[in-house]
């Protein structure tokens, strides 16, 4: 499993909440990298949020909530698709036509994406 080199972050620089590039390595013992602002370029040392991948090959992974579609999420979570094998950040909220429940999500790899949320299974 790949780790994204970009992450949403806010900068400390232009105060926005914008995609930030990891551009160093990690400190000795602080747990923290530097990262480069996309939108002003300015670089700040920031913390690492990350946890071993459940797969075990010693990757590292951002914090997520697994999807799936009997789940129900709020904006502003980050959440992983195990199909696309790709972690997203929900963007918003909506309700489709049948009255039920979407997200719209912001993948690193596969771009913005609407699910489906609180489905319910009926047989």
């Not at 579609?69 to 959440?79: D, L, Q, T």
Request: with cysteine; net charge positive.
């Amino acid at each position: 499993m790949t780790r994204s080199k970009y992450s949403e972050r806010r900068c400390n620089h232009c105060n926005k909440l914008t995609k930030m590039e990891a551009v160093g390595g990690v400190q000795a013992n602080q747990e923290k990298t530097w990262f480069r602002c996309t939108r002003c370029r300015h670089m700040s040392l920031l913390p690492i949020n990350t946890e071993k991948a459940a797969n075990g090959d010693g990757a590292e992974a951002p914090i997520a909530t697994p999807y799936a579609p009997e789940r129900s999420f709020h904006v502003g979570e980050a959440i992983f698709h195990s199909e696309w094998n790709d972690f997203g950040k929900v963007l918003s909220k909506t309700r489709t036509s049948d009255g039920g429940h979407a997200i719209v999500v912001n993948f690193e790899k596969q771009g913005q994406r609407t699910l489906l949320e609180s489905f319910i299974v009926t047989e």
